[in-house]
């Protein structure tokens, strides 16, 4: 009653319903069926369908999210995220991981994914995870076995043989978790990436700990900032992976509903906790432009928290959540960099910003190109062994780990195969590829000789509004579009060849005073 007159409701009395069975027909209405436009799948969609049939139900084959209608009724989802538009958009909302990794060659992960989001009519899409067609037929075989009067139950199995070794499962169920929110998110992943139940045991037990820390009296039942001093850091930089762990496994029969109360009590006093740990919060949505990574970490958990406890529960303070992350989010997706200069740190907000855009379907950030100015960047940024040349708070890198953390996506947004060979370069050929679609991998000598990355322009703006840590301030005198960011100099891609890094920026956050500095020689 309070939350529908506007007042903030402090906690929920009772969990949300929830439907863990899945009817392939809903009101009448026959099943939709999305699956690869590859020939090499036809023979599991043709006994998919013909199994089906003989159950009496008669799936209708369609293309698109919009013609499987996944609101109204259940869709079938066959392939991985690379082939299959309705599983691409519940794999960047982290309600499944099928790739061209997980399950792997010939494996399956036969799934039920429970309202998902944005579409949250109470249907439910059966996904039939496979990272290739030899994983399609043993992965239908399993859904019609599973099938009963036209239901099919709650399902997380991985197969055609245990995806998790006997060894590994019994090492996971015999262990205890931590007393933190991060075990949830471990476990959970295990899970939806195995279909191993001794990890959603393992993720169950992390939840009665931590509701036990959010119980009256506990550790973490006190609200406003001494609540918030006591979140560990692990829990707000990972928050918006925590949110989304929980909202693919709020399903989970495992779960009895007392414990989805408690559960689900603590993490909406996590999600209102994080306010607190938000740089800048009350001045987001007042000429928004690049943001930092103190204040996005906590602030895409927070949006991620509110999506669910809106849609579910309507609580009337999420929507000021939401429209926070929105400003915030939509004005960093303008540029390719964000106000830190230190080449670790500028990685964490634009990653936070990638994930906002791929989760809400905004694609703006990668129709502008900026996907690829900031690759580029990471290239140029680092000598030709793939590290990353420490300018502001960051050291110098002894392993190639930033470009493994922003190629990818590169990659699989572009088509380059520049960026390709450049990860099998760096990891001595031993790099995996989440994303892999054939995409023939090609030297790019484009990164050899001189590369200039120009200033972004909201960036810019931003170094040029003012100090950043109260240090002495006079504009510059460069325009924008004689403003560089980096230039890089690079003799090949051998080992010992020469590379060196010029620095065109000594402001904004987590600078060091090393403009117009030489940060990097190799030879």
Not at 341 to 355: E, I, K, N, P, R
Not at 387 to 416: E, I, K, T, Y
Not at 417 to 436: I, R, V
């Amino acid at each position: 009653a309070a939350n529908e007159k506007g007042i903030r409701v402090p906690q929920l009395t009772s969990p949300r319903e929830v439907n863990r069975v899945t009817p392939l027909v809903v009101e009448g209405r026959q099943p939709a069926l999305i699956a690869p436009d590859d020939p090499a799948y036809a023979p599991a969609v043709t006994t998919l369908i013909t199994g089906l049939q003989a159950a009496g139900i008669s799936p209708e084959q369609v293309a698109t999210i919009e013609q499987a209608d996944p609101a109204h009724r259940t869709v079938i989802c066959m392939g991985s995220m690379l082939n299959n538009v309705l599983i691409e958009r519940l794999y960047w909302n982290r309600y499944t991981f099928i790739d061209a990794l997980i399950p792997g060659p010939g494996n399956y992960i036969v799934q039920t994914v429970c309202d998902p989001y944005p579409y949250n009519g109470g249907t439910n899409v059966v996904v039939l995870g496979c990272s290739d067609p030899a994983g399609a037929e043993p992965a239908v075989a399993r859904l019609l076995e599973l099938i009963e009067n036209g239901l099919l139950p709650y399902a997380m199995v991985g197969g055609p043989e245990p995806l998790v070794p006997e060894a590994t499962a019994a090492k996971v169920a015999a262990s205890e978790p931590n007393p933190t929110l991060t075990e949830l998110t471990d476990n959970v992943n295990g899970y939806l990436s195995t279909g191993c139940d001794a990890y959603a045991q393992k993720a169950v037990r992390a939840m009665r700990v931590v509701a036990a820390l959010y119980a009256p009296g506990a550790e973490r039942s006190a609200t406003g900032t001494a609540a918030g001093r006591k979140l560990p850091w692990p829990e707000e930089t990972s928050s918006w992976e925590i949110q989304c762990a929980w909202d693919a496994f709020d399903e989970c029969p495992l779960i009895d509903e007392q414990l989805r109360l408690d559960f689900t009590n603590a993490m909406l006093a996590f999600t209102r906790e994080l306010l607190n740990h938000v740089s800048g919060y009350g001045a987001i949505g007042i000429n928004d432009t690049v943001s930092w990574n103190h204040t996005t970490f906590p602030l895409l958990g927070m949006h991620f928290g509110a999506r669910y406890f809106k849609r579910y529960y309507g609580l009337v303070d999420m929507d000021e959540y939401l429209q926070k992350a929105e400003a915030c989010f939509t004005a960093q997706s303008r540029s390719w960099k964000p106000q830190e200069d230190a080449d670790s740190y500028l990685t964490l907000t634009t990653a936070h910003s990638q994930v906002y855009s791929l989760a809400e379907n905004d694609m703006r950030y990668f129709e502008a190109g900026n996907m690829e100015k900031y690759a580029n960047y990471m290239v140029g940024i680092c000598d030709n062994l793939g590290l990353a040349s420490g300018f502001g708070d960051s050291g110098v890198s002894s392993r190639p780990n930033l470009p493994q953390l922003v190629l990818p996506l590169g990659l699989w947004h572009s088509g380059d195969g520049g960026y390709k060979w450049l990860l099998s370069h760096y990891t001595n050929g031993t790099w995996q590829n989440p994303y892999e679609r054939g995409i023939e991998p090609v030297r790019p000598d484009r990164f050899t000789g001189v590369n200039v990355f120009m200033t972004d322009p909201q960036v810019y703006d931003y170094l040029q509004s003012g100090p950043t840590y109260n240090e002495p301030f006079a504009r510059a005198d460069v325009p924008l579009e004689e403003s560089f960011d980096k230039i890089s100099f690079r003799e090949n891609w051998e080992a010992g060849g020469q590379y060196l890094l010029l620095d065109g920026i000594a402001r904004g956050k987590h600078l060091h005073y090393d403009g117009n500095s030489i940060i990097e020689f190799v030879e």
